[in-house]
T-cell receptor, first 110, second 114 residues
């Protein structure tokens, strides 16, 4: 059974701080990793993808991947109240299907 | 592009009734996924279609659930008979199906079975 594990949170950070979200996965053969953001009552939307070990930056977001440790993380710099949402880590398995973690709720206080 | 379109957005039905959820994927996407989301279990894959053919239905909980994709622009997920434990948000997602592809989600159908 392929698993994706995330701390459910909530993770509370003050506005302007760095939020660090973490994810581990069990399938060592996984090659593609995604972070989705889901606002309450809305559908998940893709914010970052990463395929190679190391860091990938996009604006205030940085995804980090360490395949040896089977670990993926998402850093959000200069956190804003509008970043308050649940962040879902997803791992691409065979058949191009995504397995999702249960998500980490992020709360950014003004 | 209108994105993935699901209907209805909300459905309230009585236990034992048949429920049909509908999905129109993004034009040109050849992979379609049905997910179910609950607080307890998170987002679970129910079934995956590629080029209208079911590839992986191992997530379908039991025989009460069935899914079809008669053509590239339409899919249905049917629950018959429905039970209160089926209450959840059901998402449809589509992708191009290529390597490293990302999935785009519809707005979901919130199903309540009373």
């Amino acid at each position: 059974q392929k698993e994706v594990e995330q701390n459910s949170g909530p993770l509370s950070v003050p506005e302007g701080a760095i939020a660090s979200l973490n994810c581990t996965y069990s399938d060592r053969g996984s090659q593609s990793f995604f972070w989705y953001r889901q606002y309450s009552g809305k559908s998940p939307e893709l914010i970052m993808s990463i395929y190679s070990n190391g860091d990938k930056e996009d604006g205030r977001f940085t995804a980090q991947l360490n395949k040896a440790s089977q670990y993926v993380s998402l850093l959000i710099r200069d956190s804003q109240p509008s970043d308050s949402a649940t962040y879902l880590c997803a791992v691409l398995g065979r058949y191009s299907t995504l397995t999702f973690g249960k998500g980490t709720m992020l709360l950014v206080s003004p | 592009d209108a994105g993935v379109i699901q209907s209805p957005r909300h459905e309230v039905t009585e236990m034992g009734q048949e429920v049909t959820l509908r999905c129109k994927p993004i034009s040109g996407h050849n992979s379609l996924f049905w997910y179910r989301q609950t607080m307890m279990r998170g987002l679970e894959l129910l079934i995956y279609f590629n080029n209208n053919v079911p590839i992986d239905d191992s997530g379908m909980p039991e025989d009460r659930f069935s899914a079809k994709m008669p053509n590239a622009s339409f899919s249905t997920l049917k629950i018959q008979p429905s039970e209160p434990r089926d209450s959840a948000v059901y998402f449809c997602a589509s992708s191009t199906g290529t390597v490293n592809t990302e999935a785009f989600f519809g707005q979901g159908t919130r199903l309540t079975v009373v």
